[in-house]
C-alpha cells in the first residue's frame, strides 16, 4: 500500500535546554547512547520522513557542542533558543513560512526512541481529522497527589502521558503560544497553548518506550530499550 502523500511539514526541535534535573556534565542532549548524542538520535527519525524538508533547531546561542555531532543535513536550520522550552519552539515558529510549511511537528531533543511508524501515524490520524494532534500513553499506575504524604489519589480515567512530537498547523500553533504567553498560561507543550486556544488536540496512542531522558536512570533505560528488537 503506497504510503500517504503527506504535505510539506517543518520540524522544530528544543534543544536549547541545560538539562538540570540529569546531574551531568553537559545537557543531556549531547549525552552519548549507543555511539550517538541523544539530539541524534532524536532528530534522525524526523529526517527519515521525506515530507519533513525543513528542520528547525532551537539551540542556545553558547551552544558549544552541536558542532561536533554528525547533523549536517541540509535541511537544518539553527536558530537560538530561548528561556523555557515554549520560548525556544516559538522562536523557532517565528522563522518558518506557513504558506510553505502549514503543519509543524514538534519534537524534544531528549526524546531519543520516538518511531517513524509512530510519528506517521500522528501525521496521517492529524490529516484525516484535519486538525493537529500528540502522541501519548495511557496512564498505567495509580496517580496520587501530595508531596510528603498522599493528599488524594487522582482519578486515571482518560489520563495520559502526553508524549512528542506533537502536530499542528504551522499558523495557529504560534497565534495560541503567542496567546497563551500574553496571557501568563504555564506552556508545557505545543497542545496546552492549543487546548488554552479552545483548539481540538487529538491523542494519537504512541509507544511507551517513547521516553524523556530526564534524570540519570533515564539513559540506562534507553540504552536498553535500544538493544530489544524494534
Ligand atoms: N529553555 C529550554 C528548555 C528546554 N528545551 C528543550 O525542551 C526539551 C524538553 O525539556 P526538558 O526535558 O525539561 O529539558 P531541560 O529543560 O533541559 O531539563 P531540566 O528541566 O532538567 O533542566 C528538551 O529537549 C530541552 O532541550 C529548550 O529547547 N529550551
Ligand atoms: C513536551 C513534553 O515532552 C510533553 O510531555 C514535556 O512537557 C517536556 O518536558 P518539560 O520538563 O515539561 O519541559
Not at 61 to 72: I, K, N
Not at 79 to 84: C, I, L
Not at 189 to 213: C, F, R, T, Y
Request: charged letters at 20%; glycine letters at 6%.
Amino acid at each position: 500500500m503506497a504510503v500517504q502523500a503527506f504535505p510539506a511539514i517543518a520540524a522544530v526541535i528544543p534543544a536549547a535546554g541545560v538539562g538540570q534535573r540529569m546531574q551531568a556534565d553537559k545537557p543531556k542532549q549531547y549525552l552519548r547512547l549507543h555511539g550517538k548524542t541523544v539530539l541524534e538520535h532524536s532528530v534522525r527519525p524526523l529526517l527519515a520522513l521525506e515530507a519533513v524538508t525543513a528542520c528547525y533547531l532551537a539551540l542556545s546561542e553558547q551552544d558549544p557542542y552541536f558542532a561536533a555531532t554528525g547533523l549536517t543535513d541540509p535541511r537544518i536550520v539553527r536558530v537560538n533558543g530561548g528561556s523555557e522550552r515554549v520560548h525556544s519552539v516559538f522562536n523557532a515558529l517565528q522563522q518558518i513560512d506557513a504558506a510553505r510549511y502549514p503543519w509543524v511537528l514538534v519534537h524534544d531533543a531528549a526524546r531519543p526512541l520516538v518511531r517513524v511508524s509512530d510519528i506517521q501515524l500522528l501525521i496521517e490520524r492529524c490529516l484525516a481529522a484535519g486538525h493537529g494532534g500528540i502522541l501519548a500513553t495511557p496512564v498505567r499506575d495509580t496517580m496520587k497527589r501530595g508531596r510528603q504524604q498522599v493528599n488524594c489519589t487522582v482519578d486515571r480515567t482518560d489520563l495520559w502521558h502526553a508524549l512528542t512530537p506533537q502536530f499542528f498547523p504551522t499558523a495557529a500553533l504560534r497565534q495560541a503560544i503567542a496567546g497563551a504567553l500574553a496571557a501568563g498560561v504555564a506552556v508545557t507543550d505545543e497542545a496546552s497553548a492549543m487546548e488554552w486556544a479552545q483548539q481540538p488536540v487529538l491523542l494519537v496512542e504512541g509507544h511507551s518506550d517513547n521516553l524523556k531522558i530526564t534524570r540519570p536512570a533515564d539513559l540506562q533505560l534507553a540504552a536498553f530499550y535500544l538493544e530489544q528488537p524494534r
